[in-house]
């Protein structure tokens, strides 16, 4: 497993046996993880941050490599996903205490 596809799953709690839909809300299973900044050349793991790592089908991985307002909407509907993580997993369990 790559190391950016690690931090992903690591993440959220997922495994390999685990279904992840497409963050775009297609309909879609992911089958990538996308980097919402691109890495340079020469493969920098420094860009293998959750904030910048995003669980895409192909055809919206491909949409965002070549939209670059597409893969703008890719990173605001990432960071709204994680804050709802963290507010379901983290916080408001914290209230509940």
Known sequence: MRNHTKVYMTFFYLDESDYIACEMNCGSEAVDVHHIQARKLG???CMDYIENLSALCR??????ETDKEFNVYVRIRHLELINKYLYENYINKNKQS
């Open 43 to 45: 493969g920098s793991k």
């Open 59 to 64: 055809d919206c991985h491909n949409l965002a």
